[in-house]
């Protein structure tokens, strides 16, 4: 177990993701000595609630060049036990014909900070994992993502020895540019006893622009 002493760490996630949007803004549109620019491929905000928690998140999907469509995601959780969690993700497309296969696989990592309120403690871990989407038909209406994500010890800072989040979800279209979803969560903090910051079906709402 890693320690750290101080009690803003929580809230570093969020310094992590303005800094990555910080980076990647100014280029969008742009091109610079012949390179591949950077570009927008799309945005989206997204909603989940359950009967103890609750997630928001706003999402950008960019096309780096050379490196292909990446995910920028940056957002909070919260639950009946007054948990408030930021999260910020970095994941990268693997693969060519991004968006026309039955299968996308994203890599990369999730960075939390967190508060736990009934421990008065503060966690920052930095997870690596990725998702599964598989795709049902052509249209691409309806997929199936399975979701992993772990920070070990060396990497999760206070009291805390790791993290372990992972989830399965079914999204559909309901019309154009808004998909519904029902998953389910098992969202965990490894502490002196452990924590089970999330651990139910959820259902939730996706909407791009």
Known sequence: MVQREGSGSAWLSTGCLAALLAATGPAVGQQDDGRDPVTTLDHAVELYISDDALQALYVRELDLGDLGPTEIRGGFFYNEDRDLIGIADLLAHVGDDVGVRALDVRVGTRVYGAFLAPE????????????AQYFFGSARNTSLTLSLFYSPDIVTFGEA?????ASLRLMTRMRSRTDVFVGFRVFEIDLPVDREVDDN?????RRSF
Do not use: A, M
């Open 120 to 131: 008065d403690q503060d966690v920052f871990g930095i997870g690596v994992g990725g998702e």
């Open 161 to 165: 020895d790791n993290v372990k989040d």
């Open 201 to 205: 079906l959820h259902v939730g709402l």
